[in-house]
């Protein structure tokens, strides 16, 4: 099974709007092969969603877990997802801002204001059209991941940069031990 590298930005497949996938794409072996080492790659570098394009490939794909994450030790837990094709199409029109990174800017963090829950349609891997709104964390992972198939990155989202961090200074001021595995 070849091992995904995750790219950094500045690679211009992050700044594109990534394709949709065919639909008759989603039944065959290289496809299922490649959502299996992206969700390996994720867990990997100890993210908590990760979007095709941030492994180099043009499609329109992420997945998404949460279990005593140690990048994210203080969020709410939510399973092993993986999503195709998702827009999101109703946000809230409360925020709430939030720590975020991310694996193709490693070292960083920021803080990013997220709608409090949306509402997204999708494919599951299998082709099963879905509608969901998630709320809290499981949001933000999703608004995330959904701007990176859209080209944008957290920082796009950002109105302070006074709180853009280098996870070293995040450590020593808010008395964490994360780490970010590349």
Same mark, same amino acid.
């Given at each position: 099974m070849k091992k995904l590298a995750m790219v950094k930005i500045g690679n211009p497949l992050l #700044?594109?709007?990534?394709s949709s996938v065919p639909l008759k794409k989603l039944k065959g072996k290289e496809f299922t092969g490649f959502l299996r080492r992206m969700v390996l790659a994720m867990r990997k570098a100890q993210g908590v969603g990760l979007a095709a394009n941030q492994v180099g490939r043009n499609l329109r794909v992420f997945v998404m877990e949460c279990h005593g994450n140690k990048r994210y030790p203080r969020v709410a837990s939510f399973p092993l997802q993986g999503y195709v094709n998702a827009r999101i199409v109703e946000y809230s029109k409360s925020t709430v801002k939030g720590w975020e990174g991310c694996l193709s800017i490693p070292g960083f963090r920021g803080l990013v204001p997220r709608s409090r829950?949306? *509402? /997204?349609?999708? %494919? *599951?891997? !299998? !082709? %099963?059209?879905? #509608?969901k709104t998630v709320r809290g /964390?499981?949001? #933000?992972?999703?608004? $995330?991941?959904?701007? $990176?198939?859209? !080209?944008?990155?957290?920082?796009?989202r950002m109105r302070d940069w006074k709180s853009w961090t280098h996870l070293e200074e995040f450590n020593r001021h808010f008395k964490a031990r994360i780490r970010d595995k590349e």
């Open positions: #700044r594109r709007k990534i829950w949306v *509402t /997204f349609e999708a %494919l *599951t891997p !299998g !082709g %099963l059209k879905i #509608r /964390f499981e949001a #933000r992972v999703v608004q $995330h991941e959904v701007d $990176h198939l859209n !080209g944008f990155f957290y920082i796009d």
